[in-house]
């Protein structure tokens, strides 16, 4: 779902779709996905150019190994251990690797925080958020971070403050920034809304 360009903040970040980088020499994909019918179609679509050298991580029984043309491909039972599986393999790579990751943005940035630590270049990573719109967010009073919000407000797990999430994205955390919706005037603020389906 596109967001209106007069409501997106310049920190929020922007997945255009995927594309393979003919600059690459070897290519990893990071899949996940909850939804049969787009997860089938992004498969096809990314199928009819994807590089012969292409390793994939998916996540879950989704259409990734059977469609696209794999050098190899492993699957892991859930998010974790993708990101397991990410880690072992980045700690292998070389020069010329392109990592491609397609899923909701709290993997996104989890995976992306993992390249940027085995030294992988911010030019060397794609990111297309696939499935929920939930968002990672960071408390920025006891620094939790809190994986897959959907509403406009949470109680921190660390804190227990009330927090508004805001639609100020770090890149550095990976996430939205939760800030005490309730600090003027304690216990008063809206009702929550499911904005992030």
């Known amino acids: 779902m596109a967001e209106a360009a007069s409501h997106r903040l310049p920190s929020q970040p922007v997945y255009p779709p995927l594309a393979w980088d003919p600059q690459g020499v070897r290519h990893l994909l990071l899949a996940c996905g909850d939804e049969p019918a787009t997860a089938e179609a992004l498969a096809r679509r990314l199928a009819a150019d994807a590089p012969a050298d292409l390793a994939l991580i998916q996540v879950g ?93 949470l109680s921190c797990q660390g804190c227990g403050r009330t927090l508004l999430v805001r639609d100020h994205f770090s890149r550095r955390l990976g996430a939205y920034m939760g800030v005490q919706v309730d600090a003027e005037v304690p216990g008063e603020h809206p009702p929550p809304e499911i904005l992030y389906p």
């Open 61 to 153: 029984a989704g259409p990734w190994a059977r469609l696209l043309p794999t050098a190899s491909a492993s699957t892991a039972p859930d998010a974790e251990a993708a990101l397991d599986l990410l880690q072992s393999r980045l700690a292998e790579a070389r020069m010329g690797l392109r990592l491609y990751l397609l899923g909701p943005e709290s993997l996104l940035w989890r995976a992306s925080r993992l390249a940027a630590a085995a030294g992988l270049g911010e030019d060397a990573i794609r990111r297309e958020r696939f499935g929920t719109l939930a968002r990672p967010v960071w408390c920025v009073h006891c620094q939790q971070l809190h994986g897959a919000v959907r509403s406009s407000l």
